[in-house]
């Protein structure tokens, strides 16, 4: 096969708060013929996330960050379309963090190859993939949870907080989840099946509408935004309530670091733990993990919602609609149909 | 004892800002009639002081809050004098809320039997509830491992003191950093407590001192104080580190803050950082072992016990405002008899 030319998207200047459409680039790239030992993939789906926004900026964080003039790197799913490969033939659905490209040529180091019978294989990069996981590993390795506690959620229509809030009702819990449209919050009470979704954008005040919804106090939170929400989770945690810090969606296009909870001192009279996590450093869930959504997902009990734009082009409207909550569960980009189905 | 009068501190008035002399007041009153069973009458001998006193003026936490008019509340060595209660007797010592006066009727159920130890006074220090904290914090929550660099805050402090120490006679080559309020407590802290390095946080910038005396990060930190220097620590924390939130001295007296520490969450996210909230009664299994092992350390001269002791039920109110502007060195604590 001839050199082909994959489309793929770079960072064309480091964002100053709100990421813009300028601050990416569109470039044409040939890509080889797949040499001894290598494989070409066709990417088909690619995931953005709130944690792109931090390896955009120049500082150490725990991944390093994406340079200008380079291609992005983020979740993917594609098809082996050319193979070298002896553990990798052609027609394999595989996943990696080459996305941002439509193709690319690799020897299958950080390449896993996926089961399409659990489900839809964009399903890879959203419930059963990285979003999945850190809501699996937050709520039962990080949180700790016990059947029948009292759960809140914030941004819980999102990747993340959907899986989480249906994990938790499948163990028994009371789960409140916020959200920022009257939509998404039917949805999480209406298909996800928790007991209360609270607008965050149209409840007035916030932590009087979570005070309001936890008679009982709040034994796990979820957090996924920071700020209001966790000022609001801390005031009404009970003692010895688990506070599983994933994300600050809130705050990253922030350029200076902006004031925490200013009621951290309830942490000591209450023995809570705080704790942040990473999915990455608890990947010993995954078997378990697997385990319990396969029986959710055959039991009908792990609903999800996507929003995807077509075309690799629009990759950098998708990553910016994640900041204005224009997403409704996880947003996926199509790159290409599946060339076989 | 028709004779025997009870002298009485109340707060008289919440305080919103800085604790004063003036939202206390002594009073007298006769001696309480031990009516109910399983009750008991005691005579306060020390009564301990704590940053917490000041906290419980706030609101309900782990205890109801203070309220005005009522006598103030605290911990102490006591003598039963008169008992109610099957399994103690006229004579016998124990720990109880008897609050800020000479005599006190308190539930048996309340009062935890003191052991006999020369000095008693160390069942208010090391063997009581500042020694269980430390060891507490340091050991179960915020587990520290070899060659780690242990940062506490209140240093010279009831509790600091013995974090430091446990530190040094637990933790195979770590390194201890102490921050406290002047040169002389920091000198004293490196001079007789062992500590590796020290910071006045009066004086130096805390984020930039630390990062200049601890260049390696910190692993565990102690925090006893809460607000901006948290955040410094939270700053100069390695990946995977612990913080034992103890309490939040700097916020007790005076209005609440009006913002946390910047860095939470993004810190504790990106760092991947724990940081736990205690109080010593949340380790009753823990507790036997852990009363050997200081046992063993003051023994063995790894602790020497810091006490600071001030005379006289009616220094009370003045002994709790020096120890919340940080005069105290170690474990304070007044004699009432």
């Not at chain 2, 939470?264 to 009753?284: E, W």
Request: some cysteine; hydrophobic content about 40%.
């Amino acid at each position: 096969m001839s050199n082909m030319m994959s489309k793929e998207i770079q960072l064309a200047a480091r964002p100053n708060g709100e990421p813009k459409e300028s601050d990416f680039q569109v470039a044409e790239v040939a890509v080889a013929a797949p040499g001894a030992g290598e494989f070409l993939v066709q990417n088909l789906w690619m995931s953005v996330d709130p944690y792109m926004r931090g390896r955009m900026m120049d500082r150490e964080s725990y991944v390093p960050p994406f340079q200008i003039g380079e291609t992005l790197q983020g979740g993917c799913i594609g098809k082996v379309i050319e193979s070298n490969n002896e553990n990798f033939a052609v027609g394999d659905y595989v996943n990696s963090m080459n996305g941002w490209r439509e193709l690319y040529v690799t020897d299958g180091l950080m390449v896993n190859k996926i089961d399409p019978a659990m489900g839809p294989i964009e399903a890879n990069l959203g419930t059963l993939g990285m979003p999945g996981m850190t809501a699996y590993a937050g709520l039962f390795k990080v949180a700790g949870l016990k059947d029948g506690e009292t759960v809140f959620v914030s941004a819980a229509s999102g990747a993340v907080g959907a899986v989480v809030c249906q994990l938790a009702k499948a163990h028994g819990c009371y789960v409140v989840g916020t959200a920022g449209s009257d939509d998404k919050c039917k949805w999480l009470e209406d298909v996800a099946g928790i007991d209360k979704a609270i607008n965050y954008k149209t409840c007035g005040d916030l932590d009087a509408a979570i005070r309001d919804a936890f008679p009982k106090g709040i034994d796990v939170y979820f957090d996924n935004v920071g700020g209001g929400h966790l000022q609001a989770a801390i005031n009404y945690m009970n003692p010895h309530g688990r506070a599983a810090l994933c994300g600050m969606i809130e705050q990253y296009n922030d350029t200076e670091p902006r004031p925490g909870p200013n009621n951290l001192i309830q942490i000591v009279g209450k023995s809570l733990k705080l704790e942040g996590f990473i999915v990455s450093n608890h990947l010993d869930i995954i078997p378990d993990f697997y385990a319990e959504m396969a029986k959710l997902i055959s039991a009908g009990k792990m609903n999800t919602e996507q929003t995807v734009e077509e075309g690799i082009a629009n990759a950098p409207k998708a990553f910016l609609n994640l900041f204005s909550g224009a997403n409704f569960g996880k947003m996926l980009v199509k790159i290409s149909d599946d060339p076989s189905a | 004892m028709a004779e025997a009068v009870n002298r009485q501190i109340l707060l008289v008035e919440t305080p919103t800002g800085k604790l004063g002399a003036e939202h206390f007041k002594m009073a007298e009153a006769p001696v309480p009639a031990l009516s109910n069973d399983g009750a008991l009458l005691l005579r306060t001998h020390y009564i301990s002081l704590d940053a917490a006193n000041r906290a419980w003026m706030q609101g309900a936490t782990y205890r109801d809050a203070v309220e005005s008019g009522q006598v103030m509340a605290g911990g102490a060595i006591a003598e039963v004098i008169e008992s109610k209660a099957s399994g103690f007797a006229a004579g016998d010592l124990v720990f109880a809320d008897t609050g800020w006066q000479d005599y006190a009727v308190v539930p048996a159920k309340t009062a935890q039997k003191v052991p006999a130890m020369e000095p008693k006074t160390h069942f208010l220090s090391v063997y009581g509830v500042a020694g269980l904290t430390a060891y507490f914090g340091l050991l179960n929550c915020a587990t520290p491992k070899a060659g780690e660099t242990i940062l506490v805050s209140a240093a010279a402090g009831s509790v600091g003191t013995l974090v430091g120490q446990i530190a040094k006679a637990a933790v195979p080559d770590c390194t201890v950093i102490g921050i406290a309020g002047s040169d002389e407590k920091c000198q004293w802290l490196k001079d007789e407590l062992g500590f590796d390095a020290t910071v006045n946080y009066k004086t130096e910038s805390v984020f930039k001192a630390l990062k200049a005396v601890a260049p390696q990060g910190i692993d565990v930190y102690f925090d006893n104080v809460g607000g901006d220097i948290l955040e410094a620590a939270l700053f100069r924390m390695n990946n995977f580190g612990r913080i034992a939130c103890c309490g939040a001295v700097s916020q007790y007296d005076g209005a609440p803050p009006s913002a946390g520490p910047r860095g939470v969450p993004g810190l504790i996210v990106t760092k991947r950082l724990n940081l736990r909230g205690f109080i010593m009664s949340d380790f009753p299994n823990e507790r036997e072992k852990a009363l050997k092992d200081l046992e063993r350390w003051v023994a063995e001269g790894k602790i020497k016990v810091q006490e600071d002791i001030i005379d006289g039920l009616e220094n009370t109110p003045g002994a709790l405002i020096g120890l919340l502007a940080g005069e105290n060195r170690g474990k304070r604590m007044v004699k009432v008899v």
